[in-house]
């Protein structure tokens, strides 16, 4: 089975920097997927990481460690847009496994 | 289409019922998946076709629920005597192969709000 644990809730503020991690456990794993989601739309991509290390795209960076079963996306200079739920989610290996697992989301309301 | 198309955007209907409800996917995907999100959780995977054929249906709750692709491109989601419990929005995704290397990206669309009354 998969099991996905993330923060619900989280506040920061406009301009800073903030942390939103992942642990997950997984009986295959092939990639992790962040996904952001504003309120009544669709989940939109943000990142994949498959290998350890960092991959940063623009004010956005995930991390992953696969040993440890942990991820984290980490958001600079944030801005009041940023405020959404961000999902991380799991993708298994083996078989017709192609489909993502999400965790419950990370509500992430920025403030002024 | 440029995105993945879904229809309807809001379905009411009465417990007891049954619902179709549509996904249209990005051109050339053939991948394409079926998930619920009741709010404040994140996506449920329901089903993952592969062209015309069910690869992983793992997801489904019950055999209330039934999804077809029958061309490999639409997909439709059904579901029979509908519950109050399956109020919910079901998101349809797709993406370019079915593989599991490489990103392989999901491209959600905008989701069908079902409530059942």
């Known amino acids: 089975g998969q099991n996905i644990d993330q923060p619900t809730e989280m506040t920061a503020t406009e301009g800073a920097i903030v942390q939103i991690n992942c642990t997950y456990q997984?009986?295959?794993?092939?990639?992790l997927f962040w996904y952001q989601q504003h309120a009544g739309e669709a989940p939109t991509f943000l990142s994949y990481?498959?290998?350890?290390g960092l991959e940063e795209k623009g004010r956005f960076s995930s991390f992953l460690s696969r040993s440890k079963g942990y991820s984290y996306l980490l958001l600079k200079e944030l801005q009041m847009k940023d405020s959404a739920s961000y999902l991380c989610a799991v993708r298994g290996r083996g078989g017709a496994t192609n489909k993502l697992i999400f965790g419950t989301g990370t509500l992430l309301a920025v403030q002024p | 289409g440029a995105g993945v198309s879904q229809t309807p955007s809001n379905k009411v209907t009465e417990k007891g019922k049954y619902v179709e409800l549509r996904c249209d996917p990005i051109?050339?995907?053939?991948?394409l998946y079926w998930y619920r999100q009741s709010l404040g959780q994140g996506p449920e995977f329901l089903i993952y076709?592969?062209?015309?054929?069910?690869?992983?249906d793992s997801g489904l709750p019950n055999d209330r629920f039934f999804a077809v692709r029958p061309e490999g491109s639409v997909s439709t989601l059904k579901i029979q005597r509908t519950e109050r419990g399956d109020s919910a929005v079901y998101l349809c995704a797709s993406s370019l192969g079915g593989g599991n290397s490489g990103a392989n990206v999901l491209t959600f669309g905008a989701g069908s709000r079902l409530t059942v009354l």
């Open positions: 990481n498959v290998l350890d």
């Open positions: 997984t009986s295959g794993f092939n990639g």
């Open positions: 076709f592969q062209g015309t054929g069910a690869a992983d």
């Open positions: 051109s050339g995907h053939t991948a």
